[in-house]
């Protein structure tokens, strides 16, 4: 179970550096109250490493890594049910 959920996990964390270079480039005009430390360099190398672990584990744990996309599918199904319902607890 670990290994499907470090798996997206570091989808994930490859997603949201990448975000950095997205908003950079598309809200030029919004305050940076926080600098990346080594903007460009540091996001880029984060990326590198991040689908480095990706490919890895879809080469060495295929069954693993397939599992752990639908699992990741299942509950893109669920949220988007719930969602529509919209559903209220509590």
């Known amino acids: 179970m670990i290994t499907y959920v470090v798996f997206i ?7 949201t ?16 109250p ?3 430390l080594g903007y460009p360099l540091t996001p880029a190398v984060f990326i ?6 990706v490919v890895n584990t879809l080469i060495e744990k295929p069954k693993h890594a397939w599992a752990g996309l ?3 599918a299942i509950g893109v199904v669920f949220f988007i049910y719930f969602k529509r319902r919209k559903l209220r607890i509590g």
Do not use: E
């Open 34 to 36: 926080y600098k990346t």
């Open 17 to 32: 550096a990448f975000s950095v270079y997205l908003f950079r480039a598309t809200r030029k005009d919004i305050a940076r």
């Open 9 to 15: 996990d570091w989808m994930f964390f490859a997603l």
């Open 70 to 72: 639908i699992f990741m």
């Open 48 to 53: 590198v490493i991040s689908a480095f672990f």
